[in-house]
């Protein structure tokens, strides 16, 4: 089956995810990946004007939701992955390439579908176990957004942790029902964010425009 045409548009973030081959490790301490990967999306957001929203980096993959004034998300990603991957497989020492395959991209068309990804993907690591608190993670631009560590590269501004950060840390800190977890999976898995719903009728934002 002939993969799906890239839809390249300005006007939407997009969420994106990718994956180290066969689920195996980085094979580097984390903090090494972290420089390696904040490196390289500076370098991208330098060449390419992409801009970053949020960025959370797990142990064998990574979460990003950004835009592209530009409309050239596969450039920018073909770059950013490239480059990092070159620099993963020397250092870490492994036969393989360091992702499996191509990553996965999804246009958030609608502020309340931005959202979802936004929690989902910071609360990524506490839902791993990894952490109790979203805060607590370190390899995750929240951190470096709360002042608790130093920013890797420029960001677009993040209206929703500036509107108020006590409140905005509370919801990311609250719990997702498996039910909502399981409806934001399968929003993301498509070109365009979409519900259930949305799948079998056609009309936009039914069931998952609410905020989870």
Request: net charge positive; glycine share 2%.
């Given at each position: 089956m002939?993969?799906?045409?890239?839809?390249?548009?300005?006007?939407?973030?997009?969420n994106?995810?990718a994956?180290?081959i066969?689920?195996?490790?980085?094979?580097?301490?984390?903090?090494?990946v972290?420089?390696?990967?904040?490196?390289?999306?500076?370098?991208?957001?330098k060449?390419?004007n992409?801009?970053?929203h949020?960025?959370?980096?797990?142990?064998?993959?990574?979460?990003?939701?950004?835009?592209?004034?530009?409309?050239?998300?596969s450039?920018?990603?073909?770059?950013?992955?490239?480059?990092s991957?070159?620099?993963?497989?020397?250092?870490?020492?492994?036969?393989?390439?360091?992702y499996?395959?191509?990553?996965?991209?999804?246009?958030?068309?609608?502020?309340?579908?931005?959202?979802n990804?936004?929690?989902?993907?910071?609360?990524?690591?506490?839902?791993?176990?990894i952490?109790?608190?979203?805060?607590?993670?370190?390899?995750?631009?929240?951190?470096?957004?709360?002042?608790?560590?130093?920013?890797?590269?420029?960001?677009?501004e993040?209206?929703t942790?500036?509107?108020s950060?006590?409140?905005?840390?509370?919801w990311?800190?609250?719990?997702?029902?498996?039910?909502?977890?399981?409806?934001?999976?399968?929003?993301?898995?498509?070109?365009?964010f979409?519900?259930?719903?949305?799948r079998?009728?056609?009309?936009?934002?039914?069931s998952?425009?609410?905020?989870?």
């Amino acid at each position: 089956m002939p993969r799906a045409k890239v839809i390249l548009q300005p006007e939407f973030p997009y969420n994106i995810s990718a994956r180290c081959i066969n689920q195996e490790w980085f094979n580097l301490p984390m903090e090494r990946v972290w420089d390696i990967m904040c490196e390289e999306l500076l370098y991208t957001i330098k060449d390419k004007n992409l801009l970053i929203h949020c960025f959370v980096l797990m142990s064998n993959h990574f979460h990003l939701l950004a835009s592209t004034p530009d409309s050239n998300i596969s450039s920018c990603m073909h770059q950013f992955m490239h480059r990092s991957s070159l620099r993963l497989t020397r250092e870490g020492n492994r036969i393989n390439e360091t992702y499996a395959g191509r990553h996965y991209k999804c246009i958030l068309q609608h502020p309340n579908y931005f959202l979802n990804a936004y929690k989902y993907i910071y609360r990524n690591p506490v839902a791993a176990g990894i952490c109790e608190r979203v805060e607590d993670y370190k390899f995750s631009t929240l951190h470096s957004k709360l002042g608790l560590s130093s920013i890797p590269f420029p960001m677009a501004e993040d209206t929703t942790l500036q509107s108020s950060p006590l409140l905005t840390l509370k919801w990311l800190n609250t719990p997702i029902t498996p039910e909502k977890s399981a409806a934001v999976k399968f929003g993301l898995r498509h070109q365009y964010f979409k519900s259930k719903m949305e799948r079998r009728t056609g009309q936009p934002l039914i069931s998952i425009n609410d905020l989870v």
